[in-house]
């Protein structure tokens, strides 16, 4: 490596012919210092006889840098430098070690000879240019740059940085710092021949840049590995600093003990050979973790969930059918076709003990027994009971599970489910499956496709287990109010059994045997304090309720019981037989009426059925004429069906005028406004066609319809009665509110079978499938 030296002159002169010595991976500048080690046997005599003589030299660089014992003229640079030696040290082995100052730089013009050595005829060389405000500038730069790089090599003296800082040549400034940088030969050769002092400190510039990237880059790369480094060595010894401590505190490592405890959880699991190698791959991994790492508690809840789930514990099934029915019948009153399957469920296994579970929908109003019925059922199987809502659910991993990637990952609420309930095979509800969502997190109907499929359900796989688990033996019960929005595939794969809602008589036979019991013992009542006779719950479901369930007429009867406490609490009274006369105290006034007598005693009014979701109801048709020209006004938040069916309605009348005795220039001189109240709610369906026909043809022919008379159909213009759905619901709501004759299409005469017997004894029926018969039963005659 190159020393820098005082700036001083070297008065020494510079003979026409010097003995030149070939440098093979060195290149010195004038005013450096240069250690050399010479070994060919002609540069040793060359050295030699330098040495009797001045100790002048001229040192040039090999083009192709190889190292030989003779060189050719032509294998030299023709630029070069004038050296004195300062320091000659001959070694055992015939070599000599020279410590050499360079002085000028030099062109050789002609080599002499090049025996014994090498002899040139050279030329001294003067630097060009001169000192100015850019020379000034990039100087400047240099010595920055330098003092950057000698901040950076650990093998540079730190004095080399304030030594740079002191030279003003820029010549010998550029030469010191090119001298000094590592550099290739070939590189160091470039500066050495450039003599235009602007142009040499260009170079330079290029040279310190490059060299300081590549400083800058290697400190940057070994101080993250030295981060790294240092961060492993402090946990390390934080580590053994807390094993130490915990020896001394007589507290042992619970790591070898955890890993043993879950060896045996997985040996006694009895999971399946998928999920035991999936066990023991991460069991593996965990004993390789400190128990401190974050990796170690996501792998022990892993296992933790492989080992807890019951992949082989099951309940023994109670296949008593007798003592099933007696259970059913106890916790529930009527729902004969849910009961009838069960029962039919149950036969099956005891004929078939590997048939595969049923996959259930019960579809009704609220307030109908649906999950209670659920819970009944598993009592009756001698299974474990477990539910979860879906109601509002729109995340596709809330049925699957979240994938082990992400933070706080769990399974599904199927598999939490499942372990919840330590069996394999218990009764698992999902109610509201009809209030399913979905968004940009997926579709949870759409993975429920596999959890019902018998056909696919042996082998479901939740996304944080990620091993397949057999679902085929749970017993799957959905819930829905409305089936008309659970995706038809999801649909396909449930047997739907309709709870359709419940008479008068039923619900005061329910009230009896199990919502006034319930409501008396929560209230903190016994039964020789009060007494609810059936009159009282009579008034509660015709004044204070209307719905198909059962609900808001057990609330009422909370409200009754609430103020029986009151005054047994109060001591006003020790026992009180609530009269339906005495119901007003309590909940104050009727809230529901029957309007079905008042709202029909004028021509053009009209009782139709409706369906809804929450049951079936009533539904008025009012209309009325004025002086106009065939204007026609339809009011009360009507659906396009709806309207629809009052244009085909009115048109069918206009074509039979004749026939019903209108005259041929009535609507021609008449507007007709027809209005449905309760404007507020909106309401659609072709169901109301006859009652728009009856309303119209009333109004018309100015004859009344029949007071207590409902009907339901869709018409068409040819004058035909069509079938139409909901008839068990728009029944219960017509027999609720004291109809006492329906009116319905013939082909929906099949669906009476589903009707209570208390429902057909009160009601006379009417099923007809033309327009002209619906007016002939449901006018009255003039």
Known sequence: MSKTIQQEKIKTELPDIIPVLPLFDAVLFPKMMLPLMVM???SIQLVDEVM??????GLVV???????DSHDFSQLHNIGTSALILKMAKTEENRSQLLVQGMNRFKINEFVNDRPYLRAKVELLEDAGKSDKETDAMMSNIVSLFNRIVSLSPGLPKEIGPMANSINEPGTLADMVASTINASPEEKQIVLELFDLKYRLKEVTRLVNYQLEILELGNKIQT??????DKRQREYYLREQLKAIKEELGETDDAPVEIDEYRTKIEESEMPEEARTEADRELKRLSRMHPSSSEYTVASTYIDWLTAIPWNKQTEDSLEIKKARKILDRDHYGLEKAKKRIIEYLAVRRLNPDSKGPILCFAGPPGTGKTSLGRSIANALGRKFIRISLGGVRDEAEIRGHRRTYVGALPGRII????????????????????VGSDFRGDPSSALLEVLDPEQNFSFSDHYLDVPFDLSKVMFIMTANIIDTIPPALRDRMEVLQLLGYTADEKIKIAKRYLI????KENGLKSDQIVINGGTVKKLISG???EAGLRNLERQIAGICRGVATKVAEGDAKFVRVKAADVSKYLGQIRFTSEAVERTILPGIAIGLAWTPSGGEILFIEATSMKGKKGLTLTGHLGNVMKESVAAALSFIRSNSSMLGID?????QHDIHVHVPAGAIPKDGPSAGVTMLCALTSLVTDRKVKKKLAMTGEITLRGQVLPVGGIKEKLLAAHRAGIQTVVMPLRNKKDMEDIPEKISQDIAFHFVDKMIDVLKIALEKK
């Open 62 to 68: 090999s083009r192709d840098g190889k190292p030989r």
């Open 52 to 57: 009797t003589k001045d100790r002048i030299i």
């Open 664 to 668: 041929d220039d009535y609507f021609d």
């Open 40 to 42: 060919q046997g002609e």
């Open 544 to 546: 204070y309720t209307r």
């Open 224 to 229: 993250q590995v030295k981060g790294d480094m």
């Open 416 to 435: 939490q489910g499942i372990r919840r309930a330590e069996t394999n095979n218990p009764v698992f509800m999902m109610d509201e499956i009809d209030k």
């Open 517 to 520: 019991p319930r409501q008396r």
